[in-house]
Every structure is written in C-alpha cells, then in structure tokens.
C-alpha cells in the first residue's frame, strides 16, 4: 500500500523542545477533522532534545517524521532539506512557534481550487488579524525591510513575505526548493523571488497572527546578513545546495478518514 497523503505539512524548530508537543498537538488535534491524508516532517536543529521528542512521538504515530542536527543550519536549509521527503499533493510548513493557528489552513486551500500554484499566509492584508502585535521596536524595522527587500528585489506586490505560513502545489515547490540556496530568514524572499519569476500563479491571504515575543533574530549581525542575502537573491550569486539527509522516522501508510 503506497502512502499518498494530500497534504505534507513541513514544521521548521530551532530550540523548541518546551513548545513543540503542544504545537503538534493542536496541528493534529486539527488536521485529524480533515476528509484526507497527511504528514508532518519536523526539521529540527539544536540541541535541546526538540528532535528527541518528536521521535518518540513518530514511534507511536506513523504519519510523523522528524530530521535535523544538532548544529544550527538556517531556516531556509531546514526547510529544503525536509522538501524531498514530502509526498503530499500540497506541500507548505507551519512555525514551530505557532504564531499562524493552523486552522488558517481553511482559508489557504480553497485557493488552490481556483487555480494558484503558490498561497501565502499574510499579515499585511485588509482582512489579517493581528492577536499580539511585535513590540514598536520591531514593527518599524519591519516596514523598513519591506522598502529595502523591495529596492533590491522588487516583489513591490507582495505585503507580508516574511510570514510562516506558506503552501505550494506539490511540483511547484520541488521546482522552487530544486533552485533555492539561501539557508537563512530570506528564503521567504528567495521562494516568493522564483515564483514571480517563473510565472506561478501567486496569491496573499489574510491570516491570524500573534507574536509569541521569542525573536531569535540579532538585530544588527543579523539584518546585516539578511540585506547581504538579498543582494545575493538578487544577482544571483548561490553556492550549491548541501546534500539531503535522512528522516529519522519514514511515514508509513496511514488509514484514510472517513
């Protein structure tokens, strides 16, 4: 029996060993009422036993699977990495943090019905929900991103990029991930910088938010290296993509939901 999940559901973790069985608790708790399959792929670095966890809860629950190392290897290459690993017909990844509840899902696949490849959760939309706003702080060097992301890169017609909710068709995002480099924050940009240019059709949803207040962003070595990363997605210049590792735990054939 071959495993064919609809939607493969990528977690990204840094460190989230005291969050991260509630954050699969409520995906699960929500994705169980679903009329289809699916997986989650934790990938997680660090060395808090956030990997650990998640093992011992894939041993008594096929439809999850976890890969990661202990040293910090960027959002963008965890993502990537778990990319070849996803069988679903819609790929997309969720925040460890679970800033975006997942039940913001029910606005993001009807859109694919009507034709998207691409769908992204945003903040910056007329009907988004703001819970918990940032601190003042962080919401001005947010605006300020958006004008310096947009004089290097140009995607004038995005709002929110940065935002961690995000689904694709599944070959459109083996398309993109085959051809993305960038191993930290700006893989959003990267991703949505692809599309554009590929022609995929792309579409910002309005979503609920809150800030959970754990930025694990330095803000100035690390806008120095987010600004270094757009010049690099904007000429190009990419190193080649490191080699994909195993899953910990392989999802197995599931029972479909009545």
């Not at 169980?32 to 008594?60: C, F, K």
């Not at 070959?171 to 893989?187: H, N, P, T, W």
């Amino acid at each position: 029996m071959t495993f064919d999940p609809f939607l493969s559901l990528i977690v990204p973790a840094y460190n989230e060993a005291q969050s991260i069985r509630a954050t699969l608790a409520d995906f699960q708790a929500y994705l169980d009422t679903q009329p289809w399959d699916y997986q989650i792929i934790v990938s997680a670095d660090g060395n808090d036993g956030t990997r650990e966890i998640v093992a011992e809860l894939a041993r008594q629950d096929p439809r999850l699977g976890v890969l990661g190392s202990p040293e910090r290897g960027g959002k963008g290459r965890g993502i990537r990495l778990a990319m070849s690993h996803c069988r679903g017909r819609i790929i997309g990844f969720a925040d460890a943090d679970n800033k975006t509840p997942i039940e913001e899902l029910d606005r993001i696949l009807p859109c694919f019905d009507e034709g998207y490849d691409v769908v992204i959760g945003s903040r910056g939309q007329a009907d988004s929900r703001i819970e918990r706003y940032q601190p003042l702080h962080r919401r001005i060097g947010s605006r300020g991103f958006w004008i310096v992301r947009n004089l290097i890169v140009g995607l004038w017609g995005i709002r929110d990029s940065q935002c961690g909710f995000k689904f694709f068709r599944a070959a459109v995002a083996r398309d993109l991930f085959s051809r993305q480099r960038i191993d930290g924050y700006m893989f959003d940009v990267e991703i949505l910088h692809l599309a554009q240019r590929a022609g995929y059709r792309l579409k910002e949803v309005g979503v609920r938010w809150r800030d959970d207040g754990d930025s694990r962003l330095d803000l100035f070595t690390g806008n120095l290296r987010n600004v270094l990363d757009l010049f690099r997605i904007r000429f190009g210049n990419w190193r080649r993509a490191r080699r994909p590792v195993a899953l910990a735990v392989t999802p197995e054939p599931v029972r479909k939901v009545a």
